[in-house]
């Protein structure tokens, strides 16, 4: 069993930003998910549009996390093989074809619901292709000394491809129409294609030596391999398993339901005060990535984690059961604070406490679990919600998580100094 190593004695300030390539790859990667937030709101725009249905609207739900659950530990293997950047440039490319093809549908008035589904599911593909082996090329850009500050701030990165997608989104709906715009769209994700081609990184710029993963990922069986792999890694699994119930329990599911929140704490009208609901999240993780990039602090510790997600479930529970405007903006904002906060440091031991030839296999197990369980997670919160209420299913959530969470450090981290 191997154990995570210990961090720096000094703790550097925005320590992956003095790697040359992550200030690149930073940049291009907030710019590549702002593309991805701009083509949702306006595909979902013309998809409401055109269809008003609720059913192709959860299928847009099902089909954008579904890939993860199902594709993510292949993705990961093949990045352990292949040279990563291929990959994600692949991923790019179906990324900005989608929204091609969105773009002609719309001008030619040919889309029908089969299409938009057809699309909808290519999307998520497309996201499969992005994820795990991004993380595995993180490791080649910075190293491990500083892996945790690049994982730390590529999600900072997302967060802000995420508060900007949704404005100029619908800057770009407004002037430019839903036709042009999401052609425009397209062309952001040319400049990450064009990068990654030439981008010093990969198998072949790696250390004479280096482990190479010898066995794919092609069946059931070799999936079940991995995780009987990553078993015997305690660090590893105790990650996975927290990734895991926090996106089965409570995952992203409770934005859906903002309109809800926002209707019963006085906020029917979609104005400012919507918006900054939706926002405070979001800003929360943002502002964590920035101060604890700034500070250096939070070394990574898989039971500094589950306290991280501890907390998440407090701020979550409390924001459903509160009935106050102003307490409810400052409780997401700390959720999103802590959830970007445990979820880093999550993937940063994975990455860590992984031996180098089964690092990519690690990583597809953790995105599978992080990312493809938030697909049962609309049965927590959203359908339970329909029974009992949406501010009792998001409670009750978060309370059984945090439970969950309280035995997994009992269980798995009992005596740990990790």
Not at 275 to 286: E, N, Y
Not at 292 to 316: D, I, K, Y
Not at 333 to 349: H, K, R, Y
Request: net charge positive; glycine share 10%; aromatic share 10%.
């Amino acid at each position: 069993m191997n154990a995570a190593s210990p961090p720096p004695a000094v703790p550097v300030s925005f320590a992956a930003l003095r790697h040359r390539g992550f200030r690149a790859y930073f940049l291009l990667s907030a710019l590549a998910m702002m593309a991805d937030n701009i083509e949702h709101v306006i595909s979902y725009w013309v998809i409401h549009e055109r269809f008003d249905s609720p059913a192709l609207g959860g299928f847009a739900v099902v089909s954008h996390w579904l890939p993860f659950l199902l594709l993510s530990v292949y993705s990961g293997a093949l990045a352990d093989r292949v040279d990563p950047r291929r990959m994600i440039q692949l991923g790019m490319a179906l990324f900005a074809g989608v929204s091609v093809a969105w773009g002609v549908l719309f001008v030619t008035g040919a889309l029908q619901v089969w299409h938009a589904a057809a699309l909808l599911v290519v999307h998520g593909m497309a996201g499969v292709l992005w994820g795990p082996p991004s993380q595995l090329l993180l490791h080649d850009i910075v190293g491990r000394e500083h892996l945790q500050s690049a994982v730390r701030l590529n999600a900072t990165a997302r967060q802000l491809g995420m508060l900007m997608g949704p404005g100029i989104g619908g800057a770009l709906l407004l002037w430019l129409g839903p036709e042009r715009g999401i052609l425009v769209n397209a062309l952001l994700y040319l400049p990450f294609i064009a990068w990654l081609a030439a981008a010093p990184y990969g198998p072949k710029f790696r250390a004479a030596g280096a482990a190479v993963a010898t066995r794919a990922v092609r069946t059931l069986g070799d999936i079940g391999r991995a995780l009987r792999e990553i078993s015997h890694h305690r660090v590893i699994l105790a990650m996975t398993l927290l990734a895991g119930l926090a996106s089965l329990f409570v995952g992203n599911a409770y934005q859906a339901q903002m309109p809800g929140f926002a209707h019963d704490l006085g906020q029917a009208k979609a104005d400012f005060y919507y918006s900054l609901l939706l926002g405070a999240d979001a800003a929360g993780a943002l502002t964590a990535g920035i101060v604890l990039e700034s500070r250096g602090l939070l070394q990574p510790r898989a039971r500094t984690a589950c306290l991280l997600a501890m907390a998440w479930c407090v701020a979550l529970g409390c924001f459903a059961l509160t009935r106050s405007y102003t307490l409810a903006i400052p409780l997401l904002f700390v959720a999103g604070f802590v959830e970007l906060s445990f979820n880093a440091m999550a993937q940063t031991l994975v990455q860590l406490d992984a031996p180098p030839e089964m690092r990519g296999r690690a990583i597809g197990v953790f995105t599978m679990f992080a990312l493809g369980m938030r697909t049962f997670s609309g049965i927590t919160v959203g359908l339970a919600g329909a029974s009992i209420g949406i501010h009792g299913s998001l409670a009750a959530s978060a309370a059984v998580l945090f439970i969950a969470i309280g035995l997994l450090l009992r269980v798995m981290l009992r005596g740990s100094s990790v």
